[in-house]
Structures are given as C-alpha cells and as structure tokens.
C-alpha cells in the first residue's frame, strides 16, 4: 500500500469514528425520551462539539489529498463522497441534538401515549445508520440498496404517528403542546433516515459510477 492508499485508508477510518458518534447520539437521544434521563441529553450536546470537530478535519483532509494527489476515477469519487457523507452525518448528529430539545418537554411528565410506533421508528431509523456505514465501510452496494427499501417503513410510520397524534382531540394547551413534541420527534427521525439513504446513494455512486440521486 503507497502514501496515498494510506492516507486514503486513514480518511475512511476517520469517517466511520464520525459515523459510529452520530449513531450513538441518535441512539442516546431516543434512550433519553424512555428514561427520561436529563444526564442523557448532555451526552448528546457534549457529543455535538466532537462531531463538529470530526466534519473540519476531515473536510480539510479531503481538500489536502485532491490537492495534492490530483486523484481520477474512483478515488476522486472516494474524497467527493467522503465530504458529502461529511456533511449527511453532522446533519444527523443536528437532528439528534433537536430530538433532545423535545424530548425535555416530557422530563417531568410522560408522553401524552404509547411510543410504540416511535420506538419502532428509533429502532429502524439505527438500523439504517448502522447499515448505511457498514455499506459505506465495505464499499457494498447490495447492502445500501437494503437500507433505502427500509425508507419506507419510517416514512409509513411517520405518518402513522402524525395521524394518531392528531386524533388526541384535547383543549389543553400544555397536553397540545406535548403532542407536537412527538410529531417533530418523529419528522427528525424521518429526516435522519433520509440522511442514511443519502450515505448509501454515495456508496452507490462510489462503486458503480452513477448518481442515483433524485431516482424513483
């Protein structure tokens, strides 16, 4: 393996140290909404700072290696791809941060009703990061096309969510107010689904050569 190769090497790994911190901010942000734990959300809002730092290196380390290097083909792909994995991943640990925000309304008084359809939000939305890097890692394109079928599922329970919440007819402000805690709760676990899907469309780009973005 040359200098470049190396370098390369250290990039990807970078990223996936980045991508194992989001994970685990979303997975603290949701674990935080059960327990209702606020030392929980200041993990989330310590971790954000980390995350923020992992984004300016590693972006800066991609402009020094295409500088450098002048790479072609499928390693000039590799270091545009990196940067925009970069920023899906920042964007998640963003949404992590703002699920904590509305998971604070419900740290002296429980949800307003069941999370089933939220945990099983949470518990896809994971499983679609995880994937989505484990993808990324492996260069696997059969696997980052199963992470984007997962996209249905959260969006189908995402309006699920939407329509049960709505059905809470109540006039108090506070019990309203709680409710739409949860409905943007579940549009910020949608959109960090929607980042996972973008990952893998990278990967897809990567391997392949083509850009799926925007595809049906």
Request: with cysteine.
């Amino acid at each position: 393996m040359n200098k470049f190769e190396q370098e390369l090497a250290g990039v990807k790994q970078r990223v996936m140290e980045m991508g194992a911190l989001a994970e685990r901010m979303v997975a603290w942000a949701s674990n935080a909404l059960i327990t209702r734990d606020r030392a929980i959300i200041a993990e989330v809002l310590a971790a954000e700072e980390k995350l923020d730092r992992f984004q300016i290196a590693i972006d800066s380390e991609a402009i020094r290696l295409i500088t450098i290097y002048t790479p072609t083909a499928k390693d000039l792909r590799f270091l545009l791809m990196v940067v925009r994995i970069n920023t899906e991943l920042e964007r998640i640990g963003d949404q992590a941060v703002n699920n904590c925000e509305y998971v604070e309304m419900f740290l002296s008084d429980p949800p307003p009703r069941p999370l089933n359809d939220l945990s099983r939000m949470t518990e896809v939305t994971c499983q679609m990061m995880h994937d989505a890097l484990q993808a990324f890692d492996q260069e696997d394109v059969q696997k980052a096309g199963q992470v984007v079928t997962l996209d249905d599922e959260v969006d189908s329970l995402n309006r699920q969510t939407f329509r049960d919440l709505l059905t809470d007819r109540t006039d108090d402000p506070e019990m309203i107010k709680r409710c739409m805690s949860l409905i943007l709760l579940a549009r910020s676990l949608e959109r960090i689904a929607d980042h996972a899907v973008n990952i893998c469309e990278e990967v897809i780009y990567l391997v392949k050569g083509e850009d799926v973005r925007h595809q049906t």
